[in-house]
């Protein structure tokens, strides 16, 4: 089965500029994911998805492909990735290139490693029964959304199905949250609904925390700065 590895990567950033090729260990953000594309072992065309002729080159450096731009009707910051993806397969199709398995990989997420990467690959080869697989951690804490506050508009706060000084984490009913290290699916399926988010779509838990570290701010770029310069072994 061939893997396409699709890294969106937009120009424009508003938190941090330039954010998908600042320095992080000595190498651009974007050249952590390219290699744990390939570090993995099961990617067979890394294609960046980016409006930036700039990302473009940085990335054809580390070795990935980008034989065309992103459409500027979906490089907006309010658009999201899924129309990037389908874009990206669709016009690689018309290049000739076919895949069977479709990823992206969010280049914020420089500390997943390449091993995530391959063992979700396996799911989706040696499990027919699922359509997808996206990466999540389990919610453990006063965040679940049992005990989840809403704010009224009279500023008194609505409390959840249970009050936080209820809270028993051995209690808690299974509940987990998305976060986008690494979605992947099959790409017929994928091009029937424009999205990972499907049916039969199987849930790889993250256990450890550190490796959910995503950068959106200047303070969690200091902070992946620091963590990676005592532990640079998560990054690949």
Not at 43 to 64: F, M, N, Q, R
Not at 148 to 155: D, F, P, Q, R, T
Not at 183 to 197: I, R
Request: glycine fraction near 6%; hydrophobic fraction near 35%.
């Amino acid at each position: 089965m061939k893997v396409l590895c699709v890294i969106p990567a937009r120009g424009g950033s508003k938190g941090i500029p330039k954010k998908n090729i600042v320095d992080i260990n000595g190498k651009p953000l974007i050249e952590w994911s390219i290699l744990q594309a390939k570090e993995s072992g099961c990617v067979d065309y890394i294609h960046i998805s980016t409006d930036s002729p700039e990302i473009a080159e940085v990335s054809k450096k580390a070795g990935a492909e980008c034989a065309f731009l992103r459409p500027d009707n979906i490089s907006g910051d309010k658009i999201g990735t899924g129309a990037a993806i389908y874009s990206s397969i669709k016009g690689l199709s018309e290049l000739g290139y076919e895949f069977d398995i479709v990823l992206e990989l969010q280049p914020t997420y420089c500390l997943r490693g390449s091993k995530m990467i391959a063992e979700c690959v396996s799911l989706l080869k040696e499990n027919n029964k699922f359509h997808s697989v996206i990466t999540c951690k389990k919610i453990d804490s006063t965040e679940h959304p049992d005990y989840a506050l809403e704010k009224s508009n009279n500023g008194f706060t609505k409390f959840g199905l249970k009050k936080p000084d209820e809270f028993v984490r051995q209690n808690l009913r299974p509940v987990y949250a998305c976060h986008g290290l690494v979605l992947a699916a099959k790409v017929d399926n994928f091009l029937e609904k424009q999205s990972f988010f499907i049916e039969n779509c199987h849930s790889y838990i993250v256990d450890d925390v550190n490796r959910l570290m995503d950068i959106n701010t200047g303070e969690d770029l200091l902070f992946v700065r620091m963590f990676t310069s005592v532990y640079p072994e998560y990054l690949s």
